[in-house]
């Protein structure tokens, strides 16, 4: 089992960068393709990027490409999002999760086992 504490959200300006870190417990870290969503207010939980456990496999959804980067390390048990030219609709709760499997990465925050509390990312035009 892991447990995942996000930090890092914030308030920010259109084209200001952020970046969200989530720290994981436990020793098994390594074995879990890594991967961050978000949801904003009334709307369904959206992925947004994920790692594997080697870093071979890193997808991110169009609206963020080229914007953001996830990165993690294994020693330190973390993952972080660098949020940069940041727009008013990346404003969202994001969400770090986890899933302890090998393959391919899911998109569906339904094949996730594992989240964090959330943090709150806001953008201001």
């Known amino acids: 089992q892991v447990q995942l504490v996000e930090s890092g959200g914030g308030l920010a300006q259109a084209g200001g960068s952020l970046r969200l870190s989530c720290a994981a417990s436990g020793r098994t870290f390594s074995r879990y393709i890594m991967a961050w969503f978000r949801q904003a207010p009334g709307k369904e939980r959206e992925f947004v990027a994920a790692?594997?456990?080697?870093?071979?496999?890193?997808r991110y959804t169009d609206s963020v490409k080229g914007r953001f980067t996830i990165s993690r390390d294994n020693a330190k048990n973390t993952v972080d999002l660098q949020m940069n030219s940041l727009k008013p609709e990346d404003t969202a709760d994001y969400y770090c999760?986890?899933?302890?499997?090998?393959?391919?990465?899911?998109?569906?925050?339904?094949?996730?086992?594992?989240w964090g509390q959330g943090t709150q990312v806001t953008v201001s035009s």
């Open positions: 790692i594997s456990q080697n870093d071979f496999i890193i």
């Open positions: 999760a986890a899933v302890g499997r090998w393959g391919s990465i899911s998109l569906d925050h339904r094949d996730y086992d594992y």
